[in-house]
């Protein structure tokens, strides 16, 4: 690390030109290849699968999006002359666009159903030619322009649908530079230096717009979800200000140090860089543990947010190094860089709130420990009622014409229309067609069932399909229970001495199909990982009880941030005036995707906090003196660092996207909570009720463990890295002899 730090410094404007060729020659080829992103939830081998197979093969004509024109009247009533005249012209010009295969409407005779009870909603049905993925945003404009282009007195229009949504337009990069600029400004009062505060975000920004283009590539070449890039670039702008604002504050104490530029950048990258590159590799490690689960789904979600961490930690040991080199001692505040001239080098000295917060817990570790388990506890529990499910356009913000639409098709047909289920067959002979002609009467008579259509059977006779609306909205339980009702109760005796075998296939199935799959392999997922840290953690520090804890503490980051999220996205607690729309279920990838991204995140914290308790107690075998001391000299750079990705992840809220506003509250959460409870208040004082069987390790498993360290101590690698020059070998000497001048007393010497 040493000597790529070195060359970095010495080639400094090649290694920045590189990564601004790298950032110009990625982008532009995303921005001439475009994207290729694909909600894809699928999985092969459910029934919901093999219903979407049977229906395509035997109903081509039904394979491309469905999409719905809603139309509504404040008074009078949709049969009325002119609005009937009004809304045929319309769907006939909509019929006439490019990309649409067929427009069924309520007054050709085909859209039966189609006007509601009250006669004042109405609403036909358009069909793509493609899926919504692969539609232009164009082509989906022209549909919304031609309908809007109907509204007028008295009658309103919304629309509805996958190809609908590619028109709405999120928050932009609001979110984006809403999060920089809190990063910027918490920088700047933690470093008083312009210059330092800005390396940082210079750094995250390069790297993260590299990932950003690189995950639009990489689009092309595998299944790809819309929200990954985001998803990235949220994750991408947390950990790489928060690593490159580690790498800075070892610099800043190098410089006061007396340590030459060169010098201190060598060193920060040669010890807190490694243990940056050490954290990077868990997160990606984390990330890419998703590929277990086999669902190609998350497989490109995985791929994309490792991307996105592999560079931002390239660039905080390559391109970071460069542009310190480039602002020399400007990394220093003014005031500072006089004291280092009139005073000469000092030691830096945790002062301040923090040794006495740290003093503070080894007075009070048991009521300090209580208070922060039973904080921990409430949080956690809306996670008890958490309901995994995939929201839907009435999740949405109420201004959006997708919500609206959805709204009024549940006010006039009842909210099952908005998701209807989907039986599908194979057809072999008279009594499988005979027993489908009486399916749509018991279906119609069974619990929780609004309406059933007769069966539809493709041009040879050997496929067949019904449609079954549900009473409840798709992503309500009551719906996904008659889901299950039908498959294990009500279809088993329909098929009953026939050769049918029915398929329930639909939103909701197919959701519930992903949710149970994710569910059924999360326990293998999260034991793989956690078991990972543990390991790593053993290595590191030697002990049985570090990672024991740090595994405890993952747990209770996870389980508190998913109570925030339950309480406001299931429950709704403040959903609609954040602009995040009604209460609904959590996606069903989220517990995969967070556990992943907090298991790296925390591994971080935990790697900087008890590195510097460890490295105290090999020198002075007192726990609560390792614990005093590394509590109160890493507090700061923690809680800065926490406060910078809490205000990134945030600022995502305002992206307009509910699943990123998702993962924003949710990283923000954990974040918060494993900084200011677990890892300042909850873990210290659970080190000084232990102890020393903090670092008990038995023998036998002593002599055996391979011994690697993440942080060496600067002083191991200074002599033989730094003194290249005699002016290098006397900055040395100064610091030496700094070191070992008499002290003042410090957090050291506090009594518990």
């Not at 509504?72 to 490019?98: C, F, K, N, W, Y």
């Not at 499910?389 to 999740?395: A, E, H, K, P």
């Not at 008890?610 to 075998?621: A, F, I």
């Not at 600067?714 to 290098?728: Q, V």
Request: proline residues 4%; negative net charge; aromatic residues 6%.
């Amino acid at each position: 690390m040493a000597a790529l730090a070195r060359w970095c410094v010495r080639h400094r404007l090649i290694a920045v030109l590189l990564w601004l060729l790298a950032l110009g020659g990625v982008g532009a080829g995303a921005l001439v290849a475009g994207t290729a992103y694909s909600n894809d939830y699928r999985v092969p081998g459910t029934e919901s699968e093999r219903a979407a197979e049977l229906l395509k093969d035997g109903f081509p004509a039904l394979g491309g999006d469905s999409d719905t024109v809603v139309w509504h009247t404040g008074g009078g009533s949709v049969r009325a002359a002119d609005v009937e005249q009004t809304m045929t012209r319309t769907l006939d010009r909509i019929g006439d666009l490019p990309g649409v295969a067929s427009v069924t409407g309520p007054y050709d005779g085909q859209g039966a159903g189609q006007i509601s009870e009250d006669g004042r909603t109405a609403y036909a049905t358009v069909t793509f030619d493609d899926q919504a993925d692969d539609i232009g945003t164009a082509e989906a404009q022209a549909v919304v322009d031609t309908a809007k282009a109907a509204e007028g007195d008295g009658l309103q229009v919304e629309l509805g649908g996958g190809a609908v949504a590619l028109t709405e337009s999120s928050g932009g990069h609001l979110a984006e530079v809403v999060g920089v600029v809190v990063a910027a400004v918490v920088l700047f009062l933690a470093f008083g230096s312009l210059a330092a505060s800005l390396l940082p975000i210079a750094t995250a920004l390069v790297s993260v717009g590299t990932a950003y283009a690189g995950i639009v590539l990489l689009g092309h070449l595998m299944t790809v979800a819309d929200f990954a890039p985001m998803l990235g670039m949220l994750i991408g702008l947390g950990v790489g200000i928060d690593y490159a604002l580690f790498i800075v504050t070892r610099h800043r104490r190098g410089l006061k140090r007396g340590l030459g530029v060169t010098e201190a950048v060598t060193a920060a990258v040669a010890t807190t860089g490694r243990a940056v590159v050490f954290a990077g590799a868990t997160v990606c490690i984390a990330l890419l543990g998703m590929l277990i689960l086999r669902l190609g789904f998350l497989d490109g979600v995985a791929i994309a947010a490792s991307l996105t961490v592999v560079l931002t930690v390239a660039a905080s040991v390559t391109l970071l190094p460069a542009l310190l080199s480039l602002i020399g001692m400007r990394a220093l505040s003014r005031r500072e860089r006089r004291r280092l001239a009139e005073h000469g080098p000092e030691p830096e000295l945790p002062t301040g709130f923090a040794a006495r917060w740290s003093a503070f817990v080894e007075r009070h570790p048991r009521k300090l420990g209580a208070l922060a388990l039973a904080a921990m506890t409430l949080l956690a529990l809306p996670t008890l009622s958490l309901h995994l499910g995939t929201s839907d356009q009435g999740n949405g913000p109420s201004t959006a014409t997708t919500r609206q639409a959805y709204d009024l098709l549940a006010d006039g047909f009842g909210p099952g229309v908005n998701g209807p289920l989907t039986l599908v067959t194979e057809v072999r002979g008279a009594e499988d067609r005979l027993a489908l002609d009486n399916l749509d009467g018991t279906l119609r008579g069974t619990e929780g069932v609004a309406f059933a259509t007769p069966v539809t059977f493709d041009a040879g006779g050997d496929t067949a399909y019904l449609t079954v609306v549900p009473e409840t909205a798709p992503q309500s339980r009551e719906t996904s229970d008659l889901v299950d009702r039908l498959r294990t109760e009500v279809l088993p005796r329909a098929e009953a001495g026939t050769s049918l075998d029915l398929h329930v296939g639909g939103v909701t199935a197919g959701y519930d199909d992903f949710a149970d799959v994710i569910v059924g392999k999360l326990p293998l997922f999260v034991g793989v990982v956690i078991g990972l840290g543990c390991v790593l953690l053993l290595l590191a520090f030697r002990s049985i009880g570090i990672p024991v804890k740090a595994a405890a503490m993952n747990v209770a980051a996870v389980a508190g941030a998913f109570g925030v999220v339950v309480a406001v996205f299931q429950w709704g607690w403040g959903s609609e005036p954040l602009g995040l729309g009604r209460a609904g279920p959590i996606e069903p990838f989220l517990p995969v995707i967070m556990v992943s991204v907090l298991f790296g995140l925390s591994m971080d914290y935990q790697v900087f906090l008890v590195s510097r308790m460890y490295e105290e107690w090999l020198e002075t075998g007192d726990n609560r003196r390792a614990v005093r001391v590394g509590l109160a000299e890493t507090s700061r750079v923690i809680n800065s660092a926490a406060v910078i990705m809490i205000s990134v992840f945030l600022a995502f809220v305002l992206s307009g996207d509910r699943v990123i506003a998702m993962f924003g509250i949710a990283l923000a959460a954990a974040v918060a909570l494993d900084a200011f409870v677990l890892r300042t208040l909850l873990v210290p004082a659970l080190m000084h009720l232990l102890g020393g069987a903090n670092w008990w390790l038995p023998r036998w498993l002593d002599r055996r463990l391979p011994r690697i360290s993440i942080e060496p101590p600067e002083h191991r690698s200074a002599p033989e890295n730094l003194a290249e020059a005699d002016a290098g070998r006397e900055r040395l000497t100064d610091v030496v002899d700094v070191l070992h001048k008499e002290r003042q007393p410090d957090v050291r010497d506090i009594p518990g």
